[in-house]
């Protein structure tokens, strides 16, 4: 247990609808990043946050947005789904945007899109 | 365009076997190599890799690091089922943020 949350566990969307995903981070970590992992592939970086702000972005169209709270708390928001945005949404906490210090990932959100 | 390659994609050996898992990496101004051991969902850390040449040990698992190859090892002796996993190598390299890209991981099946 990493002490990092997330929510829903699966969802099931269809095409062009929104979606808005979910993190709690551990306490005292004031930097998130998320990440999509498709099927049987690695991780791709979408984007961090540090101290609610963005603080470096991956290759993510903007339709894929978040927002960080002063509670840890963080969102994942995907507009206009796509067949291609099904995976596994990830989200890492760390006590800084560097890389000296640790990520720890939650569980992940299961999306699917039809 | 940032690149981590790994290889191989999915092994099956026995309880007791020792394992390499090679990662190779392109990168504009490298920072870091990451390994992950991902069970079901959420990755975990194994070790962290700046400089070349010296080794990260824990218990059965080690890595080293050659940043003149661009490449990496993670070793994994007297191998137990519980090592059966997908194991990631990430690179951080030059963007700002932990931009980490990550290979496909290498799938470990550890038989009794």
């Given amino acids: 247990e990493t002490g990092v949350t997330q929510s829903p566990t699966h969802l099931i969307k269809t095409r062009g609808q929104q979606v808005t995903l979910r993190c709690s981070s551990q306490s005292g970590h004031n930097t998130v990043s998320w990440y999509q992992q498709a099927l049987g592939q690695g991780p791709q970086f979408i984007f961090q946050y540090y101290r609610e702000e963005e603080n470096g972005r991956g290759n993510f169209p903007p339709r894929f947005s978040g927002l960080q709270f002063p509670n840890y708390s963080s969102e994942l928001n995907v507009n206009a789904l796509e067949l291609d945005d099904s995976a596994l949404y990830l989200c890492a906490s760390s006590s800084g945007p560097s890389s000296y210090n640790e990520q720890f990932f939650g569980p992940g959100t299961r999306l699917t899109v039809l | ?112």
């Avoid at chain 2, 394992?19 to 920072?31: A, H, K």
């Avoid at chain 2, 975990?44 to 010296?54: A, E, Y």
């Fill in chain 2, 1 to 112: 365009e940032d690149k981590v390659v790994q290889s191989p994609l999915s092994l099956v050996v026995h309880e007791g076997d020792t394992v390499t898992l090679n990662c190779s990496y392109e990168v504009t101004n490298f920072r870091s190599l990451l390994w992950y051991k991902q069970e079901k969902k959420a990755p975990t850390f194994l070790f962290m890799l700046t400089s070349s040449g010296i080794e990260k040990k824990s218990g059965r698992l080690s890595s080293i690091l050659d940043k003149k190859e661009l490449f990496s090892i993670l070793n994994i002796t007297a191998t137990q089922t519980g090592d059966s996993a997908v194991y990631l190598c990430a690179v951080e390299g030059d963007n700002y943020g932990q931009n980490f890209v990550f290979g496909p991981g290498t799938r470990l099946s550890v038989l009794p």
